[in-house]
């Protein structure tokens, strides 16, 4: 497509009918969108509208959002599936980036643009890119500051990737042809704007200007430091750091515009953000480059705690409170804590900015009330949000670690103010309570972690006492009085529940079955995060007499409005079915219907990823724990009271649902292993429509799916063989795309091992050329491994010489040349999971396949004794069964489950394992110790080939002598002779 003015007109219309609420404008919109995207030219046709004023903005805004999607998607695909930019737009998206970052454009298309520009430049810059800085550079002589603030805001984006990465050698090399480049010119135009801005405090248009500019070179300076100190940096350390205090004791004329956004409620001004990044500066040097910063540190925090005590209270000052309160953090466990060893410094700063930070605001208040879940988020989810709360912890606990007596005595006389102005007029007065709880948690931890909350605190604190007499009374009275305090009492028992003791936290499960009771969200949700992590802390006997009442509890709580589709509370309740089996087997029809119906409520219109997830791994579990238990009539009625609502997920293709719905299925037909005429009966009739194409066309399913056809032929092997050829064309299809690939292979692999070889010899060779043409023109490493073991498997199952003749069958001499270009060379990288088939194939191969003593394989004994060496080195098996306990573990990680959600946290098809459901038997050959096996071929082959083995073994590298010799020590086996 030809940049011109018919194609941009064409395209303006089809971006605006992309915004019709008609579906039948906006729909076919959409899909011309789509099919634009492999276009050459489109992308220059985006950037062409971005750039021009006389667009309508929101075509501008839309063109930007198409623009920075296909980059992100297209600049480097991450399938092959996916076309990439077309070589000769590259060039050219690159030169009309360079000259549209330095317009002026709107913000948020500037904003799109830029995150695009990052994408690229992470890729391309500097190698691919080389005429990038240079030219930017170049842009910097300009007089217009406009332009000049334009090149850095460019810039930046480009930096930026620099704060994520390790200091490699390639990296400080690239790093070093970057600042010969840019230090200096950033440094000069830093200083000339400092000093600029000092001189036009009364001109508020030019201060404004100027301040974006500065607050951009602070984001590049930070992003270039990164990594290490730069030399040029450190030589010019003081110039920085006058400038930082001049900017941190600069004061404004019109500090209404410069502090406050006048456009955004609650968004900082532009002076308010170049003072938080030139904290986040400081807080950098004084982290990692406190030699260099020492001589400066006091100044600056004088500077810092002179102006966070100006602070006010407004959110929109929350990141430059947090920055600096981290500054002084870091100051205060640094080698310049000794700034902190006059009482009154400690004092002062406990009481000018740790108490006034940790109030409880109108706004928070408001959040609380009106936007729960983010309230929850940010108070205690750990979400990468920076609250001053969270800020004030870590200087408590940094003030602590050299000075936690004084610290603590202050901190308990504000403390106990605190709880005498609470007890004048609690109705009134309950934000000091707030206070006082929050206070006491920053003071009392002392080591922590996320699996078991406070693991050892500061023993001046009376913990105890405290709880006994502010925490539980609340815990005990009205669920709905005072729900901020509530929360709060909650969040106190979750952080420090490791210091309780079973018998203490058993007791205090009424007090959690009442707080299920309450109206709050945020109350429910931090009762339910209790009972997350306490039921595995509960003694056994007592969860087993109170899981049922629980688990009733919190069905009810998810029937409500307010509460339908709450993670925390079905996080709760899959942690009680998952920690108390024996409960669950007789009420498991109760559970699962209550799943089901609120799956059936609602699986059109879902909200919560999570809460989904959750509902499934539940359900799944309760399955799972049926099966265990044997009860064949209970799994069977599950089967048929889940069977409507499966039929409704899969008859109306609800997307969102089917890897799940696949995944429990998959349960189902295991259960009928040890009965393939029972299983065939069941789900016989459902096979046929697990292999139909469009089914397969969603990546989020081929995972299910793959399980679901791997037990029929594993389970089932002779209703599918005179059926298999449709299964074959699933294997064909999955092995063409390198995202899939490893699919297609574990269904052969079962093909190969479960399935007689009447069903699949006339096809072997079929799926040998398959496999040979996709391994010649698209070969990646997973394909290798995965290759590797598939035909390690076939050997073992069927002998090597069946693998080697159907191989030659293609092409003479075709195993021979596998083995040596492909298998030896890459059989280190194939997965812990996979290395005791390769291992035991191998072994086969070399003791006891005699042809393997000749050409052309000889060649490759040593190499092949080597591979074998080092493959049953690592404890495979053991890390083996460490997998699967992990994928017990994994359950409840948040992690586990992002799969289920996009970057927006909406729905998509994707697959997210469920625990109960993952895969758990993957050992074809559980009956052999690999490391045995080989040990005991290898000793019949030395008796039977006396001094053979001896001269390999003199060849081996010392390392790989030394893990042989190991492997007879760890098994008690006698060393042969040659030793």
């Not at 750990?382 to 901190?411: C, H, M, N, S, W």
């Not at 391994?775 to 010489?801: C, D, E, M, R, Y």
């Amino acid at each position: 497509m030809e940049v011109n003015p018919g194609n941009l007109q064409t395209l303006v219309g089809v971006l605006s009918s992309s915004f019709s609420p008609v579906a039948d404008v906006r729909k076919p919109a959409e899909g011309q969108l789509m099919g634009l995207k492999g276009v050459q030219g489109y992308p220059l046709l985006l950037l062409t509208l971005i750039g021009t004023p006389e667009v309508d903005l929101r075509i501008r805004k839309s063109a930007a959002v198409h623009f920075k999607s296909l980059i992100n998607e297209a600049w480097k695909p991450a399938s092959e599936h996916i076309t990439p930019i077309h070589d000769v737009d590259r060039d050219q998206i690159k030169n009309y980036l360079l000259n549209m970052m330095t317009m002026n454009l709107p913000v948020e298309p500037r904003k799109l643009v830029s995150a695009a520009l990052q994408k690229i430049s992470e890729h391309d810059f500097p190698a691919q890119w080389p005429n990038l800085l240079p030219e930017m550079v170049a842009r910097l002589q300009s007089p217009d500051f406009g332009v000049i603030s334009n090149v850095m805001k460019a810039l930046s984006p480009v930096f930026k990737g620099y704060r994520s990465k390790m200091a490699t050698d390639n990296l400080m090399r690239e790093l070093q042809k970057v600042l010969n480049e840019f230090a200096e010119p950033l440094t000069i135009i830093f200083k000339q704007s400092v000093a600029q801005l000092i001189a036009n405090r009364d001109n508020l248009d030019a201060t404004t200007v100027l301040l974006e500019g500065i607050k951009t070179m602070l984001s590049i300076f930070y992003s270039l430091n990164s990594v290490d100190i730069p030399e040029y940096f450190e030589d010019h350390i003081g110039e920085w750091m006058t400038c930082f205090h001049e900017l941190l004791v600069y004061d404004p004329k019109f500090a209404g515009p410069l502090l406050a956004d006048q456009k955004k409620d609650d968004a900082p001004g532009p002076l308010t953000r170049v003072w938080a990044n030139v904290f986040h500066n400081i807080w950098l040097y004084n982290s990692k480059y406190d030699e260099q910063f020492e001589g400066f540190a006091q100044q600056l925090l004088q500077d810092t705690w002179n102006l966070l005590t100006k602070a006010l209270p407004e959110a929109r000052f929350d990141l430059l409170v947090t920055r600096g309160v981290q500054f002084i953090a870091s100051v205060a466990k640094s080698v310049n804590h000794n700034l902190f060893s006059n009482p009154q410094i400690l004092t002062s700063i406990c009481r000018s900015i740790v108490v006034p930070n940790v109030k409880f605001r109108e706004d928070d208040e408001e959040t609380f009330e009106m936007d729960p879940t983010e309230y929850v988020k940010a108070d205690i989810e750990g979400v990468d949000v920076e609250t001053r709360r969270r800020a004030v912890t870590e200087l408590v606990r940094a003030l602590r670690k050299f000075y936690e007596g004084p610290v603590t005595q202050i901190l308990g006389e504000d403390i106990t103010n605190l709880l005498t102005h609470y007890a004048s007029n609690p109705a009134s007065n309950w934000r000091a309570k707030d206070q006082v709880i929050f206070l006491v948690i920053a003071l009392a931890q002392r080591t922590q972690t996320k699996d078991k909350g406070v693991t050892s605190v500061n023993t001046l604190v009376p913990l105890f006492d405290f709880f006994n007499s502010q925490i539980l009374p609340e815990l005990q009275g009205n669920p709905n009085e005072n729900p901020v305090i509530k929360a709060d009492a909650l969040k106190f028992v979750l952080a420090f529940r490791s210091q309780f003791t079973p018998e203490q936290l058993a007791s205090l499960l009424p007090c959690f079955a009442k707080m299920l009771t309450a109206e709050s969200y945020v109350v429910v949700s931090y009762t339910c995060m209790n009972l997350h992590r306490i039921v595995p802390m509960l003694p056994a006997d007592v969860l087993a007499a109170n899981a049922g009442a629980l688990l009733n509890a919190m069905f009810s709580v998810i029937k409500t409005n307010d509460h339908s589709e709450n993670r925390y509370v079905m996080r709760a309740i899959l942690r009680v079915v998952r920690n108390s089996p024996v409960s669950v087997v007789p009420i498991a029809r109760d559970i699962l219907k209550a799943l089901c119906d609120k799956i059936s409520q609602i699986y059109k219109n879902p909200t919560d990823p999570y809460f989904l997830h959750y509902v499934f791994e539940a359900m799944s579990s309760t399955i799972g724990t049926l099966i265990k238990s044997d009860n064949t009539a209970a799994v069977e009625q599950s089967e048929q009271d889940l069977g409507p609502m499966f039929s409704a997920v899969m008859t109306e293709n609800i997307m969102e649902l089917l890897p799940y719905v696949y995944q429990i299925m998959g349960l189902f037909i295991e259960a009928r292993k040890k009965d393939p005429a029972s299983l065939v009966k069941r789900y016989g009739d459902s096979f046929r429509q697990f292999l139909v194409p469009d089914v397969w066309k969603l990546s989020g399913n081929v995972p299910a799916l793959t399980r679901l056809v791997r037990s029929y032929i594993k389970f089932a092997p002779d209703f599918v063989g005179p059926q298999l050829e449709p299964v074959l064309g699933v294997f064909q299809k999955l092995i063409s795309n390198k995202s899939q690939d490893a699919f297609g292979l574990q269904i052969l692999n079962d093909i190969i091992f479960h399935m007689n070889p009447q069903y699949w010899q006339n096809f072997y060779s079929t799926i040998l050329g398959l496999l040979m043409t996709r391994l010649q023109n698209s070969k990646t490493l997973s394909f290798v491994t995965s290759l590797i073991f598939n035909l390690s498997l076939t050997s073992l199952k069927h002998g090597p010489a069946t693998l080697i003749s159907s191989l030659d069958k293609l092409q003479p001499g075709l195993f021979a040349m596998l083995y040596k270009q492909v298998i030896i060379p890459n059989v280190q990288a194939v997965p812990a999971r996979d290395r005791k088939v390769v291992s035991l194939a191998l072994s086969q191969l070399l003791f006891d396949f005699p042809p393997f003593l000749q050409p052309p394989f000889f060649e490759t004994w040593l190499d092949t004794l080597s591979a074998i060496v080092i493959l049953l080195s690592e404890g495979e098996e053991e890390k083996l069964a460490a997998d699967y306990d992990k994928a017990e573990d994994d359950i409840f990680a948040d992690g586990a489950l992002t799969a289920a959600a996009s970057e927006e946290g909406e729905f998509s098809n994707v697959f997210a394992q469920l625990s109960t459901a993952a895969e758990r038997d993957g050992d074809y050959f559980h009956e052999v110790d690999a490391q045995k096996q080989f040990l005991q071929l290898l000793q019949n082959f030395s008796k039977q080939n006396p001094g053979a083995i001896g001269s390999q073994v003199e060849k081996m590298i010392p390392k790989n002598k030394q893990h042989l010799e190991n492997l007879f020590l760890l098994n008690q086996v006698p060393q042969p002779y040659f030793y």
